[in-house]
């Protein structure tokens, strides 16, 4: 199995441009989240879905972030404007929500915003 | 508000020491707590704990969890270089699954 993919690996960008994460979940498994990794923060996370459909979002830190997850093996993660403040790394990381609920997380995106 | 505490925040020991790191919470529809290993890259899965008591064990890791008390503990015996991480704890809630986390606890082993 190939693991949770995430792309870009670093991604690095002007203030005001929009950025897309994208991430491939583990096959089968139905549950995709998206976190946020900061030294001051920790890990947050910002949304997750279930079989596709957004459960929860409170975690998304405003409305220049959004969320998509159009089929069971893709999710994005769009900022719009970007922010110096949204440099972060972000996780993506998925599960079986029948099974054992462990959360497999993918290698990351670097995010720096300039 | 949902709260995990962990501690100490970081840790410097040598090669053959023994730790113990610590995480409190308090969560709401508690279903499970997990404890994760960073090293440079993503979190990586060590432990699940359900049921009060019952230790689980990985080598020269164990960890044990007290839902009366409302905390965990992960214990590294003969620690190795290799153990240098950030140690993550976190809660799985219940129905949503949602998991809360700590903000970690920083181990370096010196040679």
């Known amino acids: 199995d190939a693991g949770v993919i995430q792309s870009p690996r670093h991604e690095v960008t002007e203030m005001g441009q929009e950025v897309t994460l994208r991430c491939k979940p583990i096959s089968g498994h139905n549950s995709l989240f998206w976190y946020r990794q900061t030294m001051m923060r920790g890990l947050e996370l910002l949304i997750y879905?279930?079989?596709?459909?957004?459960?929860?979002d409170s975690g998304m830190p405003e409305d220049r972030f959004s969320a998509k997850m159009p089929n069971a093996s893709f999710s994005t993660l769009k900022i719009q404007p970007s922010e110096p403040r949204d440099s972060a790394v972000y996780f993506c990381?998925?599960?079986?929500?029948?099974?054992?609920?462990?959360?497999?997380f993918g290698p990351g995106t670097r995010l720096t915003v300039t | 508000e949902d709260k995990v505490v962990q501690s100490p925040l970081s840790l410097v020991v040598h090669e053959g020491d023994t730790v113990t790191l610590n995480c409190s919470y308090e969560v709401t529809n508690f279903r499970s707590l997990l404890w994760y290993k960073q090293e440079k890259k993503a979190p990586t899965f060590l432990f699940m704990l359900t049921s009060s008591g019952i230790e689980k064990k990985s080598g020269r890791l164990s960890s044990i969890l007290d839902k009366k008390e409302l905390f965990s503990i992960l214990n590294i015996t003969a620690t190795q270089t290799g153990d240098s991480a950030i140690y993550l704890c976190?809660?799985?809630?219940?129905?949503?699954?949602?998991?809360?986390f700590g903000k970690g606890t920083k181990l370096t082993v010196n040679p």
């Open positions: 976190a809660v799985v809630k219940a129905v949503s699954e949602k998991l809360v």
């Open positions: 879905f279930n079989n596709n459909v957004p459960i929860d």
């Open positions: 990381a998925s599960s079986d929500r029948d099974g054992s609920y462990e959360q497999y």
